[in-house]
């Protein structure tokens, strides 16, 4: 082999799974468990790809169906339960937040009912926030005067067990929960956002949904799954939450 062909075989074997690995998609599905929650299941363990679901303690109660989903989350390996609250603020996110020992219970009771032990993976009820052990960021869509309403201290809910994850983009849904884009427009946003590369960490990006918009009213399942073959015709990598921060 001349010098030139084995530096072209040591770049393509070396090129190759760094290409996959430069551009991470991690999927997250909020507020579940829902009706939505056992499509978003079916397609996971199907396509086998690994997946965050951060689920909501009040929700998990509401039902023995519900509870089944939470059971059924935890069985899949590929899948993460992170929690979302217990309460999701009662979706009065001023006044939550205007208490972080208050956050801290209620997050420590969705542990409780979800079962799961610290360090949890965690997304906080409508607040685009990172406290990771490499990095930390605030919801930067907040105004300052919001901001400064709240003053909530995240540092002490991190430090109470808890991995803060936040998000790159979000596939958008109405308030009926069915989904704003198209899953072409979607994957159209995504490539577009690896081309800038403007993400919280390089060449990660954090992909929020809501368990209610994979319910069969909105065709979730074929949407899901069309989305995810999109992305692996891409050769985009999916990351499971537990390296995002490696
Ligand atoms: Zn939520």
Known sequence: MTPFRFALAALLIFAAPAQGADRTIYLTFDDGPLNGTSNILDVLEAEQVPATLFMVGMHAQASAA??????????????????????????????????????????????????????????????????????????????????????????????????????????????????????????????????????VKPGKLILLMHDEMFQDGFDGKTKLTNLIAALKLRRYAFGAIQGYDD
């Open 66 to 199: 519900n509870r089944a989903l939470v059971q059924r989350a935890k069985q899949l390996p590929l899948v993460t339960l992170g929690n979302h609250s217990y309460s999701h603020a009662y979706n009065h996110y001023r006044h939550f937040y205007g208490d972080t020992e208050g956050v801290v219970a209620d997050m420590v009771r969705a542990n409780a009912v979800l079962g799961l032990k610290p360090v949890v993976h965690a997304r906080l009820p409508g607040r685009d926030v990172f406290r990771l052990p490499s990095m930390s960021k605030n919801d930067t869509s907040l105004g300052l005067a919001q901001e400064g309403h709240e003053e909530p201290d995240y540092e002490f809910v991190a430090a109470s067990g808890f991995y803060l994850y936040g998000w790159d983009h979000e596939w958008v849904h109405k308030d009926n929960g069915e989904p704003v884009q198209s899953v072409d427009h979607l994957v159209s946003e995504i490539d577009h956002l690896f081309g800038y590369g403007r993400f």
